[in-house]
């Protein structure tokens, strides 16, 4: 057994954690990445080029911090926990081009980050994984590739077809802005502490033509999320009880796209909800 294989990983983690005093804390996320493979999958769905500025949250104890480092021009590591900068800023040492942000991702003003991210690569914590991806597909325009591990029931979320259980809001501005790489199926064995669900390391970038809905996006955002906010309605009620629309302009608009006037939000492709942004 090498030092890359997970359960000695895992020991070298956990006797680390226990070195600092630190006991994991799960309502934070904190499964730390174990397996230097996986670090290596992560660096090459995220399509790396040297002179790339990545996001990434949660750097946790460097693990993946430390090869992105190694990899690109500039990492910017967003954490949490400030119990964890004696392990980060030791880690760190030796890497100049990382810049440690502390708070909450959500939070802070991640457009203010200078240089501009090109690539968001992280071991997500999973509470937040959704809303974090979601936010940097407009509030981050500059960014070009992603790698993220989710949980799997997320991932299989973010490109979901139309008329699909797991299709929602999250689909369809996932499916507007971006197209899927790859995505790798990944055991819980390869964390420490292992999380009681599983994970998928998904990959997409920026669709090229996503640039002519970004100055709609802020209102394509708001009516897929009133169009998904009632799912056992029909698009139209939903829009009227979310008060996205009247219901005579919700109406008209879907006579324009031609559909039938009792549809509902999943029925519709992605591709409609830009011109549905437009009418109301
Ligand atoms: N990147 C490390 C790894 O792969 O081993 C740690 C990943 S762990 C799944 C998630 C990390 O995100 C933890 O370090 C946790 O403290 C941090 N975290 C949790 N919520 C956060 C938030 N809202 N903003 C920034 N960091 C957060």
Known sequence: MTAADPPARAQVTVARLRELGLTPDTRLGQHFLVDDNLVRVALRLAELRTDDVVLEVGPGLAVLTAALADAVRLVHAVEIDRRLAPALERTLEHHGNVRLHWGDALALDLAALDPRPSAFVSNLPYQVSTPLIVESLGGLPQLERWAVMVQREAAERLFAQ?????????????????????????????????????????????????????????????????AFSHRRKTLVNALVLSGTASRSVAEAALAELGVPPGIRAEALEPERYPFLAERL
Not at 168 to 174: D, F
Not at 191 to 205: K, M, W
């Open 162 to 226: 139309a008329g699909t259980p797991a299709y929602g809001a999250v689909s369809v501005l996932m499916r507007l802005a971006c197209e899927r790489t790859g995505a790798h199926a990944v055991s819980r064995a390869v964390f420490a502490p292992p999380p009681n669900v599983d994970s998928t390391l998904i990959g997409f970038r920026r669709r090229s033509d996503w640039g002519a809905l970004r100055d709609a996006w802020p209102q394509i955002v708001r009516v897929v999320h009133g």
